[in-house]
């Protein structure tokens, strides 16, 4: 493992395109449960919970499921020491893109300067009706489903359901970041949500070097060219950190 963290911070010292991917497990040392893996949600749930058709028909009993699955842990959690080392580096290598598929904010608010919210944000709810928005307000979405002030339809948590599309600004980012980088940095994901796994794959594709991050295996650990790091995130990202102060 030593080996590998002092040869993933020689690749990301020496790149000059670098861009991060990050998925649910770099949240999982900050409380927050990840899909897929051991004491995974979907263990408990049924991934139909998060579909928009679902949605549509039983607003209160989503509301319920989500209220459970995400909006209890968010409250009172806070980034870990993963998001923090990835916001440190950019004091090392300057400014590089994160393309995140969580929904937390935790790279936001541990510093991190260019973030990209593939599947949007939980903290911020829209109508599907009228295009009202609001940020969410914990206390009373754990009590009752949030509706839309102006239509009083139920308000929706402006993060990607399945069947609904990625944003467009995010898609074109992603698209164009994965494309031209040199090194992706890709951590906790299990490469099984389409389309964010192209993300990764596209990268290999052009050329770029893949070091992952993850405590097993994902869609990408077998692939070339390739370093995996197996571990948690919250521990090997801040010795990468320290490796490239020294590097
Ligand atoms: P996933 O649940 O499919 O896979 C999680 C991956 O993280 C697994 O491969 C697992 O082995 C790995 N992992 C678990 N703990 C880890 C740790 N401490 N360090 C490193 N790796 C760890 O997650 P996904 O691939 O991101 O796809 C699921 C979708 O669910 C995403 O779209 C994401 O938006 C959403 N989601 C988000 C959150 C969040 O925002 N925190 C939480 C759950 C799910």
Request: hydrophobic share 45%; charged share 15%; with cysteine.
């Amino acid at each position: 493992m030593n080996g590998g963290i002092e040869k993933a911070a020689q690749v990301i010292r020496e790149s000059h395109r670098f861009a991060v991917f990050t998925g649910a497990g770099i949240s999982a040392g900050s409380g927050i449960p990840v899909f897929r893996g051991d004491g995974g949600l979907w263990e408990q749930y049924n991934p139909q919970v998060l579909e928009l058709e679902y949605f549509f028909d039983h607003p209160d009993d989503c509301w319920k499921v989500l209220a459970e699955l995400f909006y209890a842990h968010i409250e009172h959690a806070m980034p870990n020491a993963a998001h923090h080392a990835l916001a440190d580096l950019e004091a090392i290598i300057g400014t590089f893109p994160v393309i995140t598929q969580n929904i937390d904010g935790f790279h936001q608010m541990a510093g991190s300067s260019d973030v990209i919210e593939y599947h949007g944000t939980l903290h911020q709810l829209k109508c599907l009706v009228c295009d009202y928005s609001e940020m969410i307000n914990f206390k009373s979405l754990l009590s009752l489903t949030p509706t839309c002030p102006l239509c009083k339809t139920a308000l929706k948590p402006d993060f990607v359901f399945f069947g609904e599309g990625i944003p467009p600004n995010a898609q074109f980012r992603a698209s164009d970041i994965a494309n031209s980088c040199d090194v992706l940095l890709v951590i906790g994901t299990s490469g099984e949500v389409m389309p964010a796994a192209m993300i990764p794959k596209a990268a290999m594709h052009q050329g770029a070097t893949v070091i992952e991050i993850n405590v097993g295996n994902s869609v990408f650990s077998n692939q070339e060219p390739h370093i995996f790091l197996q571990g948690k995130a919250e521990i090997i990202l801040p010795a990468i950190l320290e490796e490239c102060k020294i590097v």
